[in-house]
């Protein structure tokens, strides 16, 4: 699994087991929460909760975990308050790493991905000494079956993307952060579905890794940081080659 690839993570993480399904609908619950902390329980008025509405659908999210995470946002059912931290570290092998937590313990939290790190031959760096190397930027993911590349670069760019990427898997649009909720409800209003729509960390610079079993362990790393309740997104810069990158799947 290459960190960097993001078409890699995210046909990975559509692979959830059931197991993992709670772990998936969690992080969304606490997404829902706060967008509608921050924006109002409409979604109509509030494009970030709208599209991640669109993304609880498709990850067949049940309707009464959806209306209780948007009434804890609201303040119509009791909730706990959640804060949003970015922790910097360092994996195996030099490679950086940039992890969101959503937690209503901050101590707990911090104590959970340092001890995760530290396992797993990495450490948490301070604020600033890895995110210089990413690209802190809306990203969404179109398959290519969905549309054209023209149609496609028409409505982004009108919308204010930044850019359309065409590769091999698909497109990937890149925006500026507060342009993101506009650029998703003009996706949503052409009808172009996304494989995946994100405010990402893309990394500017990476890292080879063609040691397996440096690679293994930062698998592992990449698999434990994000079965954590607390941790909602985990991004990376490692760049794996084909072999290297087969022999750990």
């Known amino acids: 699994m290459a960190g960097h690839n993001k078409w890699s993570k995210v046909k990975r993480l559509k692979a959830v087991t059931d197991a993992r399904k709670g772990k998936v609908f969690s992080r969304l619950s606490r997404d829902i929460t706060l967008a509608a902390k921050a924006g109002g329980g409409d979604p109509n008025g509030n494009a ?15 309707a009464d975990n959806v209306d209780r995470a948007i009434k804890k946002g609201t303040g119509e ?61 809306g990203q969404f993911l179109v398959a290519k079956e969905t549309t054209t590349e023209d149609k496609l670069m028409e409505i982004a760019l009108e919308a204010g993307a930044d850019d359309v990427i065409a590769s091999e898997q698909g497109f990937e649009i890149r ?40 690679a293994q362990t930062l698998t592992k790393l990449h698999d434990v940081l994000e079965e954590m309740d607390d941790v909602q997104h985990v991004f990376s810069n490692e760049e794996l080659d084909e072999a290297t990158s087969a022999a750990v799947q």
Do not use: W
């Open 48 to 62: 970030r909760l709208r599209t991640l509405l669109l993304k609880a659908r498709d990850a067949n999210m049940p």
């Open 77 to 137: 059912l009791p909730g706990v308050v959640f804060e949003e931290i970015t922790y910097e570290g360092y994996g195996p092998g030099g490679v950086a790493f940039v992890v969101k937590v959503t937690t209503d313990n901050k101590t707990r939290a911090a104590q959970e991905v340092r001890s995760a790190f530290a396992r797993h031959g990495g450490n948490l760096a301070s604020t600033g000494a890895v995110a210089f190397q990413f690209l802190h930027a």
């Open 175 to 214: 925006c500026a952060i507060n342009l993101f909720d506009k650029v998703a409800h003009a996706l949503e209003h052409a009808g172009i579905k996304t494989e995946n729509a994100e405010i990402a960390y893309i990394p500017t610079t990476t890292v080879p890794v063609n040691d397996v079993a440096t």
